[in-house]
């Protein structure tokens, strides 16, 4: 027999919550407020590569899957920094920096060389999805730089958040671009 998860504890009654190593710390804590963020954009990266994935747009829902697990790092060393106990299987990677970077590099090299000016977000449900996975993520940036001081030296954090926020305009963009494309040849 499977027990049942428990989901209500009611220990969040009064406005506090558990960091860990760290114990009790009201919800509005800036540690609280980086993580609710950044569970945020993980939820808008997984919605962004579920509308990728329903579109056929495999290659990007793989993409957004990545990126998405790399916010999980994210999640894991906000969440430890400031008890001290980052391990090094928690801490986000050069090579998520470095994915990302490669993401953006491609998806750049689908657009045109001329500058089409200021991009309104839209124009599919997957490309509007990434514009909001893209704002969320820079609120998520400003949420962790307000913490810097519990990070560890030498943390990935920002560069992979700044980006991720790249890599999802790039994305964007180059399936707005190629959207924009088809509606030109089809007039």
């Given at each position: 027999m499977?027990?049942?998860r428990r989901i209500t504890t009611k220990r969040g009654d009064l406005g506090e919550t558990d960091l860990y190593k760290v114990g009790r710390v009201p919800k509005n804590h800036l540690h609280m407020d980086a993580l609710g963020t950044l569970d945020e954009l993980s939820s808008w990266l997984?919605?962004?590569?579920?509308?990728q994935e329903q579109a056929g747009n495999t290659r990007e829902a793989e993409d957004l899957l990545a990126l998405q697990e790399g916010v999980g790092?994210?999640?894991?060393?906000?969440?430890?920094?400031?008890s001290k106990t980052v391990t090094e299987e928690y801490?986000?990677?050069?090579?998520?920096?470095e994915m990302a970077e490669r993401l953006i590099e491609e998806a750049k090299s689908r657009l045109p060389d001329n500058n089409r000016g200021f991009i309104?977000?839209?124009?599919?449900?997957?490309?509007?999805?990434?514009?909001?996975?893209?704002?969320?993520v820079r609120?998520?940036?400003?949420?962790?730089?307000?913490?810097?001081?519990?990070l560890e030296e030498g943390s990935l954090i920002i560069p992979y958040l700044n980006r991720l926020s790249d890599a999802c305009f790039a994305i964007a963009l180059a399936q707005q671009e190629n959207l924009f494309l088809e509606e030109s040849d089809s007039e």
């Open positions: 499977v027990a049942k997984g919605l962004a590569q579920a509308y790092y994210v999640l894991s060393e906000v969440a430890l920094s400031p801490r986000v990677k050069p090579e998520h920096v309104l977000p839209g124009g599919t449900i997957e490309v509007a999805s990434l514009h909001v996975a893209r704002t969320v609120r998520a940036e400003r949420d962790v730089v307000a913490i810097m001081d519990d």
